[in-house]
């Protein structure tokens, strides 16, 4: 065979027609490097084969036959096709339950290959519902009868190649390949940690002699993976530290009782503690990076407003950055409203402003008359310079990205003394999604976590009910009731306007429109969602909030952060729409004040996730516990490749399941990164390219060394 290297091209591969390097491209595939990489899913166990007559009742065989007959019958949902295989040994019954599209693909005169557990069938044997294989016409004449068993591997496919045919290309190359791959990791050190070489992985899980071999295999290429992401986070924090300065903020006597008399109310403990952290993080010159978690209404806000205030008892400036302008507004209102009398400066910046008066903050912000500046991601964009800015707050930090985080921290200031000396802020980020341990130390390697872990005095759970959509009026006179005893009540809906592909779901405007006219006729009733104008928006908050407006009916824009005591029903229609996280976070908005807060799902789940996410909610009121159920019912796939984290998802890892993996891999890179924090040893240029491949982008590492 020709020689190959890493980046020949699959169109140069033994095995490989026009279609195939087609469908392999779609796959992601174009060379043999990528071939490597395009990994199976699974693996099965295929039996030797033996004749059809040789096959024995209740074990696993596998045999190769032609098909002579089939037969679909049965009616509606109870179908059934059968299928009779030959060969020149015997004859095999297959049937297939439920299956009736296999009357379109299954014909006589084809070749099958099948894999099951034989039962006895009158005189002969049956197979019901077994593994099988189509065998391509022009494999038939020169079939090779497997002599042993063997553990193969399943890729994925696509329309236009099958998982076989991608094995056998795999196959005619692999040992090649394997033999060409470069370790990034050293004899010793791969002794140590008892992992194969990188090329025996690859050969191993493509072509594994046993089950062993595989999950051998699994376990470098996890570690692997575990291991660049840790390496690439813990070099991003070893450089802020070393390259960036914050200025340190100590809290004196006197700045503390400045700032305590600010509060509204004493800290509970929990937040006391998490002030206390924080206050040492921000004493020291190198740059902090904490997330506070803390479960809604755990009273985040305040913590950050001490943060902030210390930055500006120091001469500096404080961000608070938010998801939603709403929210953004909201803090701006009781944050100035904490502070009236004192000499702070509080701005508010968001991108629906008009041009004139953002200008005017924007101003603000860089002559330093802004001491502190609440906003959407407008604060982040490229107009907007701080004269010196010293604290940053990211509130509900899911709702960003690690880039927005890495933004604002280079916002520091202009006024740093020389150009020489990169000044930065101390960045907290708070939020109410609880990171489950295990995506906190994979994920956010780089923050150190405080939790607020208990509510303020004086809250009583909210309760929370699952009813069907029959019950909806029932549900509506009781809120009508509610209110005519003086509470204020939340509707959330999934859509603003009628129709679209969904048009199953309940709309604002149709449902403001039915409930005007029937159950809530007799209330004062507004509709709040994210497309109205921000005038209009505050208007109707407002007057919420001053208790002349009953009811809300609104989108999610209310998710985070609304805070209205009075307000102790929410109604959630379609909540089977809704993922748990966000649930958890709409009823929040309720049992924010001395009376007990009452959440009422609407919803006809029609899938088992649906079902198991209300009976979640309806089970637990601890968003930690949310959390974990969360995790199980999506899985962890789900919730490391998305924006939570910006990192690119992991293949092989499951961080979850392989938890003892994961900590040897944080150990080894905070070690390696310790003796060379930028990788810049020759034995470790290897490991470097690779490392900022996968991660270099979105952890910035760019600028790194
Ligand atoms: P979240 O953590 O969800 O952002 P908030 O900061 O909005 O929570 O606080 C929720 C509510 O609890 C607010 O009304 C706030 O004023 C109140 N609150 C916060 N801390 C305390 C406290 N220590 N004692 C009493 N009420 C508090
Ligand atoms: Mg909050």
């Known amino acids: 065979m020709q020689t190959i290297t890493l ?6 591969l033994p095995h490989v027609n026009r279609v195939h390097v087609e469908k392999l491209e779609i796959l992601g595939v174009r060379n043999v490097g ?48 059968q299928a009779v295989l ?3 040994t015997g004859r095999l019954e297959l049937v ?34 077994p593994m099988y294989s189509i065998i391509p016409f022009d494999e038939v004449k020169n079939l090779n009868v497997d002599q042993n068993d063997e553990y193969r591997p399943v890729y994925p496919a696509c329309e236009g190649i099958t998982s076989e045919q991608i094995r056998t290309i795999v196959r005619a190359v692999l040992d090649q390949a394997c033999a060409l791959l470069e370790d990034h990791l050293s004899d010793d050190y791969r002794k140590d940690r008892e992992l194969p070489t990188l090329g025996e992985a690859y050969r191993m899980i493509h072509a594994p002699e046993s089950e062993a071999e595989v999950t051998w295999a699994r376990r470098r290429l996890a570690y692997d993976e575990l291991l660049m992401l840790q390496l690439g986070v813990h070099m991003k924090r070893a450089h802020l530290r070393q390259t960036l300065k914050a200025p340190p903020l100590s809290r004196t006597p006197e700045i503390n009782q400045r700032i305590l008399t600010r509060m509204p109310f004493a800290l509970t403990p929990a937040q006391q503690r998490v002030v206390d952290e924080i206050s040492r993080d921000l004493s020291f010159e190198t740059p902090t990076n904490r997330l506070v978690q803390g479960d809604v209404g755990s009273g985040k806000t305040v913590v950050a407003l001490d943060a902030m205030l210390l930055a500006i008892a120091h001469g500096h400036q404080g961000a608070l950055m938010a998801p939603t302008e709403l929210l953004a507004e909201q803090h701006y209102l009781l944050i100035t409203e904490m502070l009236k009398g004192s000499t702070v400066q509080v701005e508010l910046l968001t991108g629906s402003m008009p041009p004139a008066d953002r200008a005017g903050v924007v101003e603000k912000i860089a002559s330093g008359e802004c001491d502190l500046v609440i906003g959407t991601h407008a604060l982040v964009s490229e107009s907007v310079a701080f004269h010196s800015l010293a604290v940053a707050v990211i509130d509900e930090q899911h709702r960003f990205g690690v880039e927005q985080r890495a933004r604002l921290r280079v916002k520091g200031g202009q006024s740093a003394k020389n150009s020489q000396e990169s000044e930065t802020p101390h960045v907290i980020v708070m939020t109410a999604t609880p990171i489950p341990r295990t995506i906190g130390l994979t994920i956010f390697g780089d923050l150190d976590i405080s939790t607020i872990d208990a509510l303020p005095p004086g809250r009583t759970p909210v309760t929370t009910k699952h009813v069907t959509p029959e019950k909806r009026s029932t549900v509506y006179h009781w809120v009508n009731e509610k209110i005519k005893s003086g509470d204020q009540v939340f509707i959330v809906v999934a859509a603003i306007e009628p129709g679209g592909k969904e048009g199953s779901i309940r709309d604002l405007r149709s449902l403001m429109k039915e409930l005007e006219g029937g159950e809530l006729h007799d209330v004062r009733i507004a509709a ?6 921000r005038d209009t928006r505050e208007h109707i908050m407002h007057r919420f909030r001053a208790g002349k407006i009953d009811c809300l009916v609104a989108t999610t824009v209310i998710e985070v952060g609304v805070d209205v005591p009075n307000a102790t029903v929410m109604v959630i229609e379609d909540a089977d729409r ?15 004040g001395k009376k007990p807060g009452v959440c009422v799902l609407i919803g006809h789940p029609k899938t088992e996730d649906g079902i198991a996410r209300l009976q979640a909610m309806v089970e637990t009121n601890s968003g930690f516990e949310l959390s974990e159920r969360d995790l199980e019912i999506r899985g962890s796939g789900d919730v490391f490749g998305t924006r939570q984290s910006g990192a690119p998802p992991f293949k092989v890892a499951d961080p979850l399941k392989e938890f003892e993996l994961l900590q040897m891999a944080r150990r080894d890179a905070g070690h390696w990164i310790g003796k060379s924090p930028k990788l810049d040893r020759p034995e470790d240029a290897l490991a470097r390219r690779r490392l900022l491949k996968t991660h270099g982008q979105w952890l910035g590492l760019g600028d790194v060394g």
Not at 56 to 66: F, K, L, R
Not at 528 to 533: I, T
Not at 578 to 592: D, E, K, M, N, S
């Open 96 to 129: 297939f339950f439920n299956q009736a599209y296999l009357a379109k693909k299954l014909h006589v005169g084809m070749y099958l290959r099948v894999q099951g557990k034989p039962t006895r069938f009158g005189p002969g044997l049956q197979m019901n519902s």
């Open 7 to 12: 980046t020949t091209p699959t169109y140069e």
């Open 86 to 88: 030959m060969d020149e």
């Open 528 to 533: 709040l969602h994210g497309r109205l104008k």
């Open 34 to 81: 990528q071939l490597l990489v395009h990994l199976p899913h699974r693996h099965e166990w295929i039996r030797a084969q033996s004749g059809l007559g040789d096959l024995e009742v209740g074990m696993i065989g596998s045999a190769i036959g032609e098909i002579t007959a089939t037969k679909l019958s049965g009616y509606g949902r109870k179908k059934r096709f």
């Open 578 to 592: 809704f993922g748990l996280a966000q649930l958890h976070q709409l009823r929040g908005r309720v049992g924010r």
